[in-house]
């Protein structure tokens, strides 16, 4: 997606570097371009889900003058061009016409990459849309969280959500483990690559209200595997990829998290929090990949209410 955006942007520029004069606004408004010798007026409505990318309507307008309309309602910036245009060849106003038309296409998809998608887990679990690797997954009726638990058992467990590709954006979802010392480790996986190399972000329940402050420091966590495990990272930074949940949740309860990737930067918040309760800097250069509800050595956990938002 930062690809089609700067093919925006250089399309865009084009326009505006070959055209006499124009206007950017803000506003809930449309896109108008006026062009001598033209008696059609062109309207390229932008998508909503289900319907088609691009429908022209063509009709008569008045002499001299030509329209091109395009809704930017939808649109996560709302932008207004107006450009005025003198003595160009019937050729220049095609490329003109292509040129927005492209633009605004392309600045659709961008605001459909930035919708939130829910994703039903009882519905992905019985049709086969959760690949689980080295766990158990059965299905959680709980009211308020209908999702997933994942069994207990030895190694890292991951149930990766198939069909799912992810770079940049935020990640919510719900996790409860358990007030069991060194027996409850949930999380979520993301920029997987495989079963055993993949980022990850994880919850210690157990330290949520322990009296021990340093084992309450280490109530959420950052790893990348299969080289940056926790140990590693605690060894060489400590309290770096590491820190304390506070307000402490419930350690038997469930816990709202919210994953913000931004390029290289990822931050955690926990139930609604202003303020995150880790900020790490990614250390390994894998920019993409799987995303999937995480369980460490030992553990296992309940998962629901999943929503992923892309930015990229």
Not at 33 to 55: F, N
Not at 71 to 82: A, D, E, G, M
Not at 156 to 162: K, L, Q, R, S
Not at 200 to 217: G, M, V, W
Request: contains cysteine; aromatic residues 12%.
């Amino acid at each position: 997606m930062l690809k089609q955006r700067r093919q925006c942007e250089r399309r865009l520029s084009w326009v505006f570097n070959n055209t006499r004069e124009f206007l950017i606004e803000k506003s809930n408004c449309i896109l108008c371009v006026l062009a001598p010798l033209r008696e059609t007026i062109l309207h390229y409505i932008l998508p909503q889900p289900g319907q088609s990318v691009i429908r022209p309507l063509l009709s008569y307008f008045r002499p001299q003058h030509f329209y091109f309309t395009a809704n930017l309602n939808s649109l996560p910036i709302n932008w207004v061009y107006r450009i005025k245009l003198t003595n160009y060849s019937h050729m220049f106003m095609k490329k003109i016409i292509l040129s927005l038309a492209a633009a605004s296409l392309l600045l659709a998809l961008l605001s459909f990459s930035q919708t939130p998608q829910t994703f039903d887990l009882h519905k992905l679990a019985k049709k086969k849309g959760i690949d689980v690797f080295n766990r158990d997954l059965t299905i959680l009726k709980e009211k308020g969280y209908p999702g997933i638990r994942l069994s207990k058992d030895y190694g890292e467990g991951v149930a990766w959500i198939t069909n799912v590709e992810f770079s940049e954006g935020v990640i919510e979802f719900d996790t409860r483990g358990e007030d069991v010392k060194q027996r409850s480790f949930v999380g979520l996986a993301f920029h997987g690559v495989n079963d055993s190399t993949f980022d990850a972000i994880y919850l210690r329940p157990f330290n949520f209200k322990t009296s021990d402050e340093t084992a309450r420091s280490h109530g959420v966590q950052y790893i990348s595997l299969p080289e940056f495990t926790w140990r590693y990272l605690r060894g060489k930074s400590p309290g770096k990829y590491e820190n304390f949940v506070e307000p402490a949740p419930d350690p038997n309860g469930w816990v709202h998290v919210r994953i913000e990737v931004a390029g290289s930067t990822v931050k955690t918040f926990i139930n609604g929090k202003a303020e995150p309760a880790l900020v790490v800097e990614k250390v390994t250069a894998v920019k993409t990949g799987k995303v999937g509800f995480y369980v460490a050595d030992i553990s296992g956990g309940d998962f629901a209410n999943l929503v992923i938002t892309r930015t990229d």
